[in-house]
């Protein structure tokens, strides 16, 4: 889940308690878009760039 459409969900100050009642609720909104999980290929790929970097 993409954090900017979990931001709005956020209703104090942050910490993982918090962060995780926001995620439980934003999850629970008929609208709500998920990222799809990268491949083991796109993931060695960002991790060969990072790499370089």
Request: proline share 8%; charged share 30%; glycine share 0%.
């Amino acid at each position: 889940m993409s954090p900017e459409y979990v931001r709005p969900y956020v209703k104090a100050n942050k910490n993982d308690d918090h962060d995780a009642e926001a995620i439980a609720e934003a999850a629970t909104r008929p609208t709500m878009r998920f990222v799809p999980v990268k491949s083991e290929a796109q993931s060695e790929i960002q991790a060969l760039h990072r790499a370089r970097a």
